[in-house]
């Protein structure tokens, strides 16, 4: 099986596939992190602007910044044009920003995604302010992320070869052991990691496969990579395994973990 790689140039098909799901849990993160009103946050890997927004609602900070990798994404956040923010394109390698700015430096669904995560943590340990938060979640991949479970277990039935292409298997991060482990090789301090649950819910079959054609991500760029015919495949054997209520919308649970540590 050749390496598919993922694309991330369009942040419309992505809010489609993910984004809307993005937005249940961003809330809840807040919720779960506790933080104190009128605070300078970094939104890092900020994706479509999930949680940047949720922090814009229910926060009030004194400022916040918006930062990804992807100029695409960083164009849609940024028509959102929240007062007291500011929206950069850069590496969580390399965070394009002086030290010690933030109170609070937060990551949604993307410390995966980081080439480096003992780098980015450096990163974000030097542009936070002494005793500062550093708070994080991925989705849970491996486990009850219910919607994208059935999609890989169906694809790797079908193609074996797929199984290295799983972002169960290629996310080995997105669990709390290793996410505290991280945290604490990071040097930081007062580590708590725990779980959001929200449900993800399809109106139809359509709505469950159409977000997998847009090509944005692992799962939608490997199905892209496949013929006609093996898409068809897959659609139909997922269609059979998928639980479709009285009224034909499918309800599946999706699970987060998230991880918090302060300087």
């Not at 140039?9 to 992190?33: T, V």
């Not at 169960?168 to 991060?173: A, E, H, L, Q, V």
Request: glycine share 6%.
């Amino acid at each position: 099986m050749s390496l598919v790689n993922d694309n991330w140039n369009s942040g419309d098909p992505y809010e489609y596939f993910m984004g809307r799901w993005s937005k249940r849990l961003a809330p809840l993160f807040l919720d779960w992190l506790n933080a104190q009103p009128d605070k300078s946050w970094l939104d890092l890997g900020c994706g479509t602007g999930a949680l940047s927004e949720a922090i814009h609602l229910l926060q009030r900070p004194s400022w916040l910044t918006c930062l990804n990798a992807s100029p695409a994404f960083i164009d849609q956040v940024a028509k959102k044009a929240w007062p007291d923010t500011d929206y950069l394109v850069g590496s969580a390698q390399q965070i394009p920003v002086l030290d010690h700015t933030y109170d609070l430096v937060v990551s949604a669904l993307a410390f995966n995604f980081f080439e480096d995560l003992a780098a980015a943590l450096a990163e974000m340990k030097r542009v936070l302010k002494p005793e500062g938060t550093i708070a994080a979640y991925v989705w849970d991949y491996a486990g009850e992320m219910e919607f994208l479970r059935i999609y890989w277990d169906t694809v790797v039935e079908l193609d074996p070869a797929a199984a290295s292409l799983d972002e169960g298997n290629r996310f080995p991060i997105c669990n709390p052991t290793r996410l505290e482990a991280a945290f604490q090789d990071a040097l930081l301090q007062e580590i708590q990691s725990g779980y959001l649950v929200t449900t993800t819910r399809f109106l139809n079959f359509d709505d469950y496969w159409n977000p997998f054609l847009g090509g944005q991500g692992p799962a939608p760029s490997y199905l892209g990579s496949l013929s006609v015919e093996r898409q068809t495949e897959l659609r139909e054997t997922i269609r059979e395994k998928l639980p479709v209520e009285s009224d034909g919308s499918i309800r599946l649970t999706a699970r987060a973990i998230a991880i918090r540590g302060k300087l």
